[in-house]
Structure formats: C-alpha cells, structure tokens
C-alpha cells in the first residue's frame, strides 16, 4: 500500500502533531496517544537507534506515524487511501508513513513497522517470509516470549514447517500459514542468518530473485543445508518448563 502527499495533507489538517529527530508523530489531541506521546516518540526513538545500529540503514527524511485510537478506525483510514477497509494493528503504508493503533488495550509501537520502512530503503523482497523476518528479528519476542523459544517449542512438537518452503511461499500463500507459526520462526531465522553471515551477504540474499542459487552463489551453502544448520542450532536451546507451558498455553488460545 502507498500513499501520497496529498494523503498527508489531509491528515496533518486533522491531527495533533509531535516531532522528533526521525519522527512526526500524528493523533487525535484528546486520544490516548496523545496523552502519551512523550512515552511512544522514546520508544520509537530508541527502536530507531536500535535498528539503524542492527542493519546499518538510514533515513533521509523523518517516519511519519500515524496514530488511531481503534482498529476500526485504521481500517476506515486504510479505505480513505486505498478503496479497502482493512482493520489491523498498525502497518506501513508508503516509505516513510505508518499507520498504528494506540489505546488501552492495543499499542502497536516499538521496532517492526519501524524496521520495514528501513528496508524499504533496500527494496521490495520476493519473500514475505524473510520480509516479516527482518522485522521480527528486531522485535526479538512474539506474545512477549522470545521467538527462538517459539521455534523451539514447534520443532519439540512437530510444529514446525519447512523454512526452505515458507521462502518460496508467495506472499498469498504465507498468509495461510498460523501467524503465531510464520512471524516468530521468521524472526528467528533472519536473526540467525544476521548472525552468521556479513550484512552484505544477507542483504543480498534478502534481494534475491532466486533464493536457491542465491544461498549456493552468495551465502556459499543450500537453502536446506542452512535449514539444517539452522535447525540444529536450535535444537541446542534449552527453556524452562514454566515459559514452554506457558508458549503452549498461548499457542491453544
């Protein structure tokens, strides 16, 4: 999704504004954001730091980020700009605009809308999955529990897929795999391959038109060889019996 000038325009009419050094930050005056703003351009500040000092990327102009007090209302926004009503927790709509919802109960801050807008600055990948990766690297937890004891707790108990197959995934068919599966063992992955390769060499892997000959060609192994490598890495993780209850607990819910 992308949008325009224009969009902006009509927005910053209508909203509260606060800027910071990489951020303009957009919501109702009277809303929860608002009241907390201080407290979200920290964290976003912080995240930026964060990511710029994991990936080496920067931007030349300021994130613009815009707040919504409900779902309801992204999704309404998401219809203004794109002719689709689509409710969610926050997404990034263009190269430097994000929309994201901020109340009691939802506040979708912190590093992976952030991350994708960064990445943008490389390009558009051909893999969801190492897209949604990158980002989930940065955010380091899914539900609060770290992603590596996510993957653990699926390889434990034949949950988990193949990493191989869920690359080769359009992005269609990736969004038919359990969201609580998909997002944590992508963030896991990438969070290995940033471990074990040269930024350059991950990111244009990340690049690739054909992943297969782009892991023999770039990464110097197959995409199943580093699957392996991958997983028995992995496998050496241990997890207290308390924090694999209570990922099974969430996974049942």
Same mark, same amino acid.
């Given at each position: ?6 969009? +902006? ?16 930050? $957009? ?5 929860? #954001?608002?009241?907390?703003?201080? $407290? ?9 730091? $964060? ?12 994130? $613009? ?26 997404? =990034? ?24 807008? @960064? ?20 955010? #380091? ?17 034949? !949950? ?7 690359? =080769?995934?359009? +992005? ?40 297969? =000959? ?8 197959? @995409? ?7 997983? +028995?890495?992995?496998? @050496? ?5 308390? @924090? ?5 607990? !969430?996974? +049942?819910?």
């Amino acid at each position: 999704m992308l949008g325009d000038q224009s969009d +902006r325009e009509v927005q910053n009419a209508a909203m509260y504004c606060h800027e910071t050094d990489h951020y303009v930050f $957009h919501c109702d005056e009277g809303g929860k #954001a608002a009241q907390d703003i201080e $407290h979200i351009a920290s964290v976003q500040e912080a995240s930026y730091q $964060h990511i710029t000092a994991i990936l080496g990327l920067s931007m030349n102009e300021k994130i $613009h980020y815009y707040l919504y007090d409900s779902r309801e209302a992204l999704g309404k926004e998401c219809e203004r700009r794109f002719g689709e009503y689509a409710p969610n927790n926050g997404c =990034a709509v263009s190269e430097n605009e994000i929309l994201a919802v901020y109340n009691e109960t939802i506040q979708c801050i912190g590093a992976h809308e952030d991350t994708h807008i @960064l990445m943008f600055t490389l390009g558009y990948p051909e893999s969801r999955f190492l897209e949604e990766g990158v980002a989930m690297a940065m955010d #380091a937890l899914w539900w609060g529990i770290d992603n590596n004891a996510w993957t653990s707790y699926y390889r434990n108990n034949d !949950l988990c897929p193949s990493v191989s197959e869920l690359i =080769a995934m359009t +992005r269609e068919e990736f969004y038919t795999v359990q969201d609580k599966i998909a997002y944590p063992l992508a963030g896991s992955f990438v969070s290995y391959l940033l471990m074990r390769f040269e930024r350059a060499q991950f990111y244009e892997f990340y690049m690739a038109k054909d992943y297969e =000959a782009a892991a023999r060609g770039v990464l110097g192994v197959s @995409l199943t060889e580093i699957e392996q490598e991958f997983f +028995r890495f992995i496998d @050496l993780l241990s997890y207290d019996k308390v @924090l694999l209850d209570r990922i099974a607990e !969430l996974f +049942r819910e």
